[in-house]
């Protein structure tokens, strides 16, 4: 991998520029087609917290949290996680503190720990919120790949010191946190666990989520929350970049076209800076339409 990004460094970037878009009109063009051949899916939405008395602006400008927040802030500060890894930047780090304080899950589910960076800040407002005052949570992390192997150390290619093992039990999170390494449709497949909270940040492809909130959808407990990232409304840039991920919106818009009693909250503006000299967040609360 380390091998890998030196040869990228030292390609010109015009034609690094190049084979990026190459490779990405041919994976969105091969997404594009898997999708359209899917049959419908049955999506159960019951179990899914109803939007109705959802107020995003008291959750993210509350002074109560961010109280919390800036004591977690700088414990997590230590570890100094890059923002620009392709993963959550310190923006949606801490709109996902904020969720999680807010909503006081037990049980939480996050699908693709990546660096560890939402995992951590995950894990922080759930100690600083519930386990401190003696709630017991449970927490469970999963990746497609083990990011915490000591052989492949794939946290150093992000330009972090310490794995997501290691931040978690710097704090002693580890009594409520476990990774898992897993595709996200045979764990949510197999596994019979019930969650109050699902942070759906895996594979964005069409056809993978069109197939995944379903059974997110069925792992729910009962007015449960699933959280979306890389959300993009209408399909249409956030940024000046004009960067693009149509999958989470478009399999999304499919469900609800097929019937499914859903419907997005993107965050929208957030109070604070995310990234390119922007406040705006692509994370979005999918909860249920109807009351």
Known sequence: ?????????????????????????????KDAEEFSKLETVACDASNLRSAHGISLSSILNSDTI???????????????????????????????????????????????????????????????????????VDFTTLDIRDVNCTKTKPWLDYGTKYSPLEMIENFNYDSFVTFISNTSLE??????????????DGDHSQATVYKEVPLALSRLKKNGVILLHDYFPNSKPLWSNGTVIYGPHVAVERLI??????????????????????????LALLMRKSD
Not at 10 to 28: C, D, E, T, V, W
Not at 73 to 97: L, S
Not at 101 to 124: C, M, R, V
């Open 66 to 136: 961010e109280a919390q927040w800036a004591q977690s802030k700088k414990e997590i500060e230590q570890f100094t996680i890059p923002g620009n890894t392709g993963g959550v930047n310190y923006g949606d780090r801490r709109a996902i503190y904020y969720l999680i304080n807010y909503f006081k899950p037990q049980t939480i589910l996050e699908i693709g720990t990546h660096i560890g960076a939402s995992t951590l800040n995950i894990a922080s407002a759930l100690y600083h919120s519930q386990v401190k005052q003696g709630n017991k």
């Open 257 to 282: 076209k097929e019937g499914a009693d859903l419907v997005v909250l993107p965050l929208g503006e957030l109070p604070w800076p995310t990234k390119l000299d922007s406040n705006v967040t692509s």
């Open 1 to 29: 991998m380390r091998l890998k990004k030196m040869v990228k460094k030292a390609m010109p970037n015009f034609i690094m520029n190049q084979i990026h878009s190459y490779k990405r009109a041919a994976g969105l063009k």
């Open 187 to 200: 764990f949510l497949s197999k596994n019979d666990k019930q969650y109050d909270f699902i942070f759906l």
